[in-house]
């Protein structure tokens, strides 16, 4: 089994204009970001490079009408190197915009298109949660083909920036909904690839043991000091999402995504707080069906890490999670009694990638009753 793949190269940079001067930007370059992203950290450096705001082509995450639009409106023979900076979205996007145009929008994520690598990718996240910088997936809202909307991971390591830039200082400007929910995100990057039954190497678990170290410090300050303690913890907090992307290009994420991707796609509910939604239940579950095993050492990394014992470890990092972002039921978000099986059908569908993964065996009961229980 492949161990480790790290394959762009990391940096660390105390500001964006020291990043722009290490990688001369200039005419040749794109900068793919959000216009609330450039004013504060880039505009008064008056960079000589082609700039593009997602948001003119639509709001919230990829969609493949947003990409569409974006390819129409930005023509390959106009840049060499694509600099993506933002969150998971922004970089999901650079990551397609990157390729060859072998084919549609739609083709690509339904794997009907060849993924082929043209320009030179270089991500900057600014949000602390998808790990998108490092791994070799981009994620879109697509529609399948009983018109239903899900979210579709394109995966090919062809996908993966060559070059990665961690800028601390850029999450300043991230407001706490989106801060809190990109954490969580991370920090069940690490927990799904920690308890992958198959694919668990021993890369991805020392990755993921020290983000969910970095991570839950830093919700534990958070908890104590307030919501402004996150401000001396940026470095921790894009590390450990950084950390948490390694683990899981590895080992893979499972039943929370593959659960959450519908739930998303459908109300739009933001990546890492869908994800919330279904996170503790999942971990109960595999509690409950399968105590023995890898979740045993799960809970004594928490409880080592919380304090607590192993038999409460699950409570206490619910808890925690609580004092950090309210959890909602999933009617809240729109969710309906009919969606229990629409969504079930959707996972098995869609997801495979994703189900393999699971701790458990991730039947239609199960998932059914998951859905039943979070609703
Ligand atoms: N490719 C992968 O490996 C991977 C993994 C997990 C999730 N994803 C995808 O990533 C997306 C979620 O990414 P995310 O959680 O980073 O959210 P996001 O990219 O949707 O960003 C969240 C919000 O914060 C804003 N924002 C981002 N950085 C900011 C900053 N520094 N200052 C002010 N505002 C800022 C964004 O514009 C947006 O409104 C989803 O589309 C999800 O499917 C991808
Ligand atoms: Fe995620």
Redesign the pocket.
Known sequence: MREILIKGQLHKFESFEEFAEEFQLGSEDLILT?E??YQPFMKELNLDCQIVFQEKFGA???SEEMITEIFKAVKPESFKRLIAV???????IG?VLSLKRTGSVHDLYFKKAEVVQEKELIAI???C????EV?N???AIVRDDNGNTT?L?LVSDLLIPSSVCLIPQ??????YA?FA??AI?ALI?AVESYLSPSRATMTSELYGVKAMELILEGFRRIRDQGRDARFEYFDEFITASCYA?IAFLQAGCATVHAMSFPL?GTYHV???ESNYALFGKVLEKYDAIKPEGKIMEFKQTIARILGGTPEHAIFNLKELLETILHLKPLREYGFKKEDIDIFTDSVIENQQRLVVNSYVPLTKELIKEIYQETM
């Not at 933002?86 to 999901?92: F, L, S, T």
């Open positions: 959000n609330f992203i919230g995450e990829p933002g969150g998971g979205a922004i970089m999901d990551k996240p600014t949000t949660g998808t790990g998108s791994t997936i981009s994620v979210k991971g850029m999450l300043k400007t991230l407001p989106p929910s990109s995100d990057h992307g998303g933001p990546h890492g």
